[in-house]
């Protein structure tokens, strides 16, 4: 490969919460492992490669200029967006005047359910949660209404329309925030299911946040289809969010942005957002941009995702030959797997804090799943290289899933 995905990078002490948050008192950070046992950070939803040059070379580029001041986003930052969009996701007639600078995809949730709801108001998302949904929304004063997916027979989760329609209808639902890809499942929505899915909030005049802040890492054999895509409606419904932060690991950079078509709710959305006066961008944020979303940025991309899909073939195969009563559906999008452990808890009659206090002093700093509405669920991040994997299952298989 080109790029290196393989050398161990030392993140301690360089701000990195996946590593040096274990023992900077976050109440949710796994405990750290016990002496003997180096940490291997599966919990944060962070990579653990070094970013594309290209990234470091636009930023160390416009530092060799001695002035900050004020500024604008220029005509560049808005043709990557316009340029990438297109060539990765197929959007055609995306305008610079469709794009919005925000700050973080879930201050940008936020924004965007304040325009369309009145604070109290009931709002629609699919369980298993991301957490920053659930505690941006819950902050804020939306009430949350949860559709659970459903496994197929073959194990996929699925939207359950019939629930959803139900729900919307019952308790008066006018917002859905919706994930695409989904996280944590690792689902890649297929055509008909957005269809379905949109035409329903049409019918009830359900406007819908749509977080694709994954849509860059999708495994093979599956493709992202951008939610306003699938029909005029949902063109004009939708609110699309989108960052190279989950791509290209740039989330200590801050920097999302908005596509919304609709005149109506981009007009409101930037006012929301204006509102604070803290929703402005970072100068050297803009050149990180540009520089991700260049040929390199795609180049690397594209190896990125062959060693994703590797490190998840071998966990995925790795839990299913050695791991009785776990169970995982091989993501078809993002890098992160998402474990349940009710079969293995129930025969070994031990709960999730303790099976996960078992990986966490053997230093595997996976995270509870519990957060994100799966009881017997752990969420475990991929992406590092294939050795720091390896080591972190055997470990599990030594250790851990022991009888």
């Known amino acids: ?78 043709n990557a967006i316009i340029r990438w969009q297109r060539e990765r996701n197929g959007i055609e007639g995306l305008e610079a005047k469709h794009i919005g600078y925000e700050n973080g995809v879930l201050g940008a949730v936020v924004s965007a ?22 505690s941006s929304l819950e902050n804020n004063g939306y009430r949350i209404i949860h559709s659970p997916l459903v496994r197929d027979e073959r194990g996929i989760f699925r939207m359950d329309f019939e629930d959803m ?7 008066g639902i006018h917002a859905a925030v919706f994930c695409s890809p989904h996280n944590p499942c690792g689902r890649v929505w297929e055509r008909w299911e957005l269809e379905k899915a949109m035409e329903i909030y049409k019918r009830h005049e359900v406007y819908v946040v749509s977080d694709e802040i994954w849509s860059d890492i999708i495994l093979y054999g599956h493709r992202h289809i951008p939610t306003q895509s699938v029909s005029e409606d949902a063109r004009q419904r939708t609110v699309a969010l989108y960052a190279p932060s989950k791509t290209f690991n740039l989330a200590g950079l801050i920097g999302s942005y908005h596509i919304i078509y609709s005149d109506w709710i981009r007009d409101r959305v930037q006012k929301e957002s204006s509102l604070s006066h803290y929703n402005d961008m970072n100068v050297l944020s803009m050149h990180a941009l540009i520089g991700a979303y260049r040929a390199e940025g795609a180049e690397w991309l594209s190896e990125l995702r062959e060693v994703i899909e590797g490190n998840v073939d071998y966990a995925c195969d790795y839990i299913k030959e050695h791991f009785r009563g776990v169970c995982v559906q091989k993501p078809e999008g993002t890098y992160m797997l998402f474990l349940d452990c009710a079969d293995w808890m129930k025969e070994c009659g031990i709960s999730l804090r303790e099976l996960l206090k078992k990986g966490w002093d053997v230093g595997v700093a996976w995270q509870d799943g519990s957060r994100f509405h799966g009881k017997t669920h752990i969420r475990m991040n991929l992406a590092l290289p294939l050795s720091r994997v390896k080591e972190a299952f055997h470990r599990l298989e030594q250790y851990v899933f022991t009888k």
């Open 1 to 78: 490969m080109k790029y290196d995905f393989i050398s161990i990078m030392d993140r301690h002490g360089r701000d990195a919460i996946a590593v040096d948050g274990l023992t900077a008192g976050i109440p949710f950070a796994p405990d750290p492992p016990k002496e003997g046992f180096d940490l291997i950070p599966m919990w944060v939803a962070d990579m653990n490669f070094p970013v594309v040059p290209t990234v470091q070379e636009e930023i160390i580029k416009r530092t060799e200029h001695p002035a900050f001041g004020y500024f604008r986003p220029t005509e560049a930052y808005y």
């Open 113 to 134: 359910v304040n325009v369309l709801c009145s604070k109290g108001d009931k709002v629609l998302l699919h369980s298993p949660t991301y957490i920053g949904f659930t």
């Open 165 to 171: 329609e139900k729900k919307i209808v019952e308790e």
